[in-house]
């Protein structure tokens, strides 16, 4: 699934939790009384506020991969989008990243902001490539071995 995808996916079930489920949720904290003191209540307005802002952070983030010019990606190296996975070299352990757009990193899923150090390092690489890059914990060094650019996934998929 690409990034637009996921975010279009993400913003639809936001959008059906702000104007269906959480009306619902309102009207029944709202209907327990005194909403000055209504626990119920104070958390349906906060989760609305949340929503609110998450669906125009996405909004936001598409309007700017609307823009952006995929065609000017690299095809055979890494680039915003591309997914691959590497070795370091030290520890002889697999990573995958995954190279997104600023406010979408998610370190746990090894996604990767374009503007982060690890992922600037990894910029313009190929399978085969040795990388040494400074990380908060020192220095590593990656060899890249899989490689599936924005290009690929777009006509075979994650």
């Known amino acids: 699934m690409t990034l637009k ?44 506020r949340f929503l609110q802002g998450r669906i125009g952070q996405i909004k936001q983030k598409l309007s700017e991969i609307s823009l952006m010019r995929f065609d000017q990606v690299s095809k055979t190296a890494i680039g915003l989008g ?35 150090p690890l992922a600037r390092g990894f910029l313009n690489k190929k399978v085969g490539d040795e990388v040494s890059i400074t990380v908060p914990s020192g220095r590593k060094t990656y060899e890249i071995i899989e490689l599936k650019t924005v290009h690929e996934r777009q006509r075979t998929g994650p």
Do not use: C, W
Not at 89 to 115: C, L, N, P, W, Y
């Open 82 to 116: 591309s997914l691959f996975k590497v070795i370091d070299t030290e520890e002889d352990r697999e990573h995958q990243f995954e190279i997104v757009m600023d406010g979408m990193a998610d370190a746990t899923k090894g996604m990767i902001s374009i503007s982060s």
């Open 5 to 48: 995808e996921r975010l279009e996916s993400e913003l639809k079930l936001l959008e059906r939790e702000l104007k269906i489920d959480l009306p619902k949720e309102i009207k029944k904290a709202a209907a327990m009384g005194d909403l000055r003191e209504n626990a119920e209540y104070q958390t349906a307005l906060e989760r609305q």
